[in-house]
């Protein structure tokens, strides 16, 4: 799996606004808290607010917030919204692969590749994320 430069950063985003759950968390602030290009931050925020990840609030006190706990989000819900699908092999989903003679078991292995990291991003929710914080892992700056 390819880990994208958006990837990383919409993740790394949703886990400092999750850190300042109740609260608001301002784009700017968000950028220089994670060290993310503004604009390309902006872009980002829209994915993850359409996907239904996060809510915007307008006005001098606004910002994002998270949709739904922190419980309910995984890895694979903010990975989806910013890149789509998991794995493709030459740009099309893994599962409409096809092969013919000695090949014809590699679409087998490239279905057991997906599976295998959606068992992995599809089972750490943000929330667990921060139990590896508090378990001695670097901490998410906080944006306060």
Same mark, same amino acid.
């Given at each position: 799996?390819? #880990?994208?430069?958006?990837?990383?950063?919409?993740?790394?985003?949703?886990?400092?606004?999750?850190?300042?759950?109740?609260?608001?968390?301002?784009? *700017?602030?968000?950028?220089?808290?994670?060290?993310?290009?503004?604009?390309?931050?902006?872009?980002?925020?829209?994915?993850?607010? !359409?996907?239904?990840?996060?809510?915007?609030?307008?006005? #001098?006190?606004?910002?994002?917030?998270?949709?739904?706990?922190?419980?309910?989000?995984?890895?694979?819900?903010?990975? !989806?919204? #910013?890149?789509?699908?998991?794995?493709?092999?030459?740009?099309?989903?893994?599962?409409?692969?096809?092969?013919?003679?000695?090949?014809?078991?590699? !679409?087998?292995?490239?279905?057991?590749?997906?599976?295998?990291?959606?068992?992995?991003?599809?089972?750490?929710?943000?929330?667990?994320?921060?139990?590896?914080?508090?378990?001695?892992? *670097?901490?998410?700056?906080?944006?306060?």
């Amino acid at each position: 799996m390819y #880990v994208s430069a958006r990837t990383d950063y919409a993740v790394r985003a949703m886990l400092t606004i999750a850190s300042e759950q109740p609260g608001l968390v301002k784009a *700017a602030t968000l950028a220089a808290a994670q060290d993310i290009p503004l604009s390309f931050l902006q872009g980002i925020l829209l994915d993850l607010r !359409r996907a239904g990840l996060l809510h915007s609030h307008r006005g #001098v006190d606004g910002g994002y917030a998270l949709a739904r706990p922190a419980e309910h989000i995984t890895v694979g819900d903010v990975v !989806r919204a #910013v890149g789509g699908a998991l794995t493709t092999v030459r740009g099309l989903p893994t599962a409409t692969t096809t092969y013919h003679g000695v090949a014809t078991g590699l !679409r087998d292995v490239w279905v057991a590749v997906e599976e295998a990291i959606e068992g992995v991003v599809d089972h750490r929710t943000l929330a667990q994320l921060f139990q590896k914080e508090s378990s001695g892992c *670097a901490p998410v700056p906080s944006v306060r």
